[in-house]
């Protein structure tokens, strides 16, 4: 998005994007080769140009030939190939170059210059350096016994892996860890992959995303954000704002507008906190958010009741202690919430469906592991990301952000929490933009 900018603002320097994926303007979001995995916001609020609000509503009726409606849920697939279009028109249009590859190490040369070295090939030199570098894959779940099993061959670290899922054999149980919208993903494609075995989901609380309503019309607003920003500014206080703003609204209509009233402010409500409350909200309560704020297409819901219902989806709540490996098979040991009771479940693989690693002092990729030696980036405390100023200028390990290397997306979350989404990335890609040719025109926000 923000090389796509750059063209459109008429950049006059070379703009060069760099992407180790064999289809570049995917990641692992968009990327899906099947039509069961549906956008997870509505095809109005997906634009990935915030100066255009209905930009990417426009492009799918076009291409469907129809006028789609505004709280359509589309496949995720197809917003690939819309990336994939204003990426090709990006090229047409100006100085850019989109080379495959990895990087592997940011390096800081004569004149504030950088020099981005890559797995292959000529390294790249740059006046700046923006790392939109996504989601990374899930970090092992600490276990008491049996940690080598995250070396075998019957765990999935990533089960955005291509091939991942086609190596369940058809009768296998799987464990999935996790059951949030990974795991909706990875079990609904199992099903299609004509998976029979029993699924086994677990996650310390064994909560699952809500789902969206089919007529959001019946959404009543929530409070406005004045009204948030007079909440208390600890983890209780917000707590205690959402519930009674839902009992204030329960009789005109749905917690879910409540919720979203809380996305315009959601950056302003986290930097109030102290670090103390931030902690004790990522400890305490970000499980119950999440549920709530990253909620999945209705059908979707639909189709995960319907297996388990009949029985080929299990939940349980609990955490792992523990893997013993069998011949064919691992057992994994949980302790279940609640009564403390230990359980073993006996699968022939697992999945890690818990979501991306934010701490990057547990992350091994070689370019944030040089990032890291360099001293070019610094983990926040909470480690969620690394620590940025508010218009993502990457902040050193001595305090400093001269400016030169930009953070977009969710590396960005110690700042702003809320930074993952298209709704927010494409805010934070025109800003960055404009920040880096000098131009200033205001985005228009496109809600939500
Ligand atoms: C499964 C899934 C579903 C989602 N669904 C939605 C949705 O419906 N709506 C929504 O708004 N958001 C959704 N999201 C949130 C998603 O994070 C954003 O929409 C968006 O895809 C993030 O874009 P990004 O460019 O920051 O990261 P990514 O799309 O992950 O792109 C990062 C890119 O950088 C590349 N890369 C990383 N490191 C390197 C390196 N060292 N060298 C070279 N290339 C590198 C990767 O290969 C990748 O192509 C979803 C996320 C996931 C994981």
Redesign the pocket.
């Known amino acids: 998005m923000v090389a796509v900018h750059l063209t459109r603002l008429g950049a006059q320097e070379r703009v060069v994007l760099?992407?180790?994926?064999p289809v570049?303007a995917?990641?692992?979001?968009?990327g899906t080769s099947t039509d069961i995995h549906l956008?997870?916001?509505p095809a109005a609020r997906?634009s990935a140009l915030a100066d255009e609000p209905g930009h990417f509503l426009k492009w799918a009726s076009a291409r469907a030939g129809r006028d789609v409606a505004p709280d359509a849920v589309l496949p995720?697939r197809l917003y690939g190939a819309y990336l994939g279009d204003l990426l090709a028109e990006a090229q047409r249009r100006g100085p850019l170059r989109v080379e495959r590859?990895?990087?592997?190490d940011v390096e800081p040369i004569a004149g504030g210059a950088w020099r981005v070295h890559r797995a292959h090939g000529e390294p790249v030199d740059a006046g700046r350096v923006v790392l939109?570098?996504?989601?990374f894959a899930p970090g092992d779940p600490p276990v008491r016994e049996g940690a080598g099993f995250y070396q075998h061959e019957r765990y999935q670290r990533d089960p955005w892996t291509p091939g991942a899922l086609q190596s369940v054999a058809r009768d296998e149980d799987v464990l999935l860890i996790g059951t949030g919208?990974?795991m909706l993903?990875v079990a609904l494609s199992l099903a299609e992959l004509g998976h029979r075995g029993v699924i086994h989901a677990v996650s310390r609380r064994g909560l699952l995303p809500r789902a969206h309503v089919e007529r959001p019309l019946e959404i009543v607003p929530g409070p406005e954000p004045e009204a948030w920003l007079a909440s208390e500014a600890t983890a209780r206080g917000l707590l205690r704002a959402v519930r009674r703003a839902v009992d204030e609204t329960a009789e005109r209509g749905d917690w879910r507008g409540v919720v979203d009233s809380v996305r315009p402010v959601t950056a302003a409500l986290w930097q109030r906190m102290s670090e103390r409350e931030q902690r004790r909200f990522v400890r305490h309560l970000r499980p119950w958010w999440d549920v709530h704020r990253h909620r999945a297409a209705a059908s979707i819901m639909v189709q995960i009741r319907a297996l388990i219902d009949q029985g080929r989806l299990r939940l349980s709540a609990g955490r792992l202690e523990g893997w013993r490996v069998q011949s064919g098979g691992v057992e994994a040991v949980v302790r279940a919430k609640g009564s403390g009771e230990r359980r073993t479940l006996r699968v022939g693989r697992v999945l890690n469906c818990t979501g991306p690693e934010s701490d990057v002092e547990r992350l091994t990729?070689p370019?944030v592991v040089r990032l890291r030696e360099r001293g070019l980036i610094q983990r926040d405390p909470l480690g969620l990301g690394v620590r940025t100023t508010q218009d993502g200028a990457i902040i050193d390990a001595d305090g400093r952000a001269d400016g030169g290397l930009h953070a977009?997306?969710?590396w960005r979350r110690p700042r702003l929490w809320e930074t993952?989404?298209?709704?927010e990335?494409s805010v934070q890609a025109w800003d960055l933009a404009q920040a880096l040719i000098g131009a200033q025109v205001p985005a228009r926000r496109c809600g939500g």
């Open positions: 760099i992407d180790r994926s570049p995917r990641g692992a979001a968009y956008l997870n916001v997906m995720r590859g990895q990087a592997i939109a570098l996504g989601n919208l990974t993903d990729e370019l977009i997306g969710p993952t989404a298209v709704p990335l």
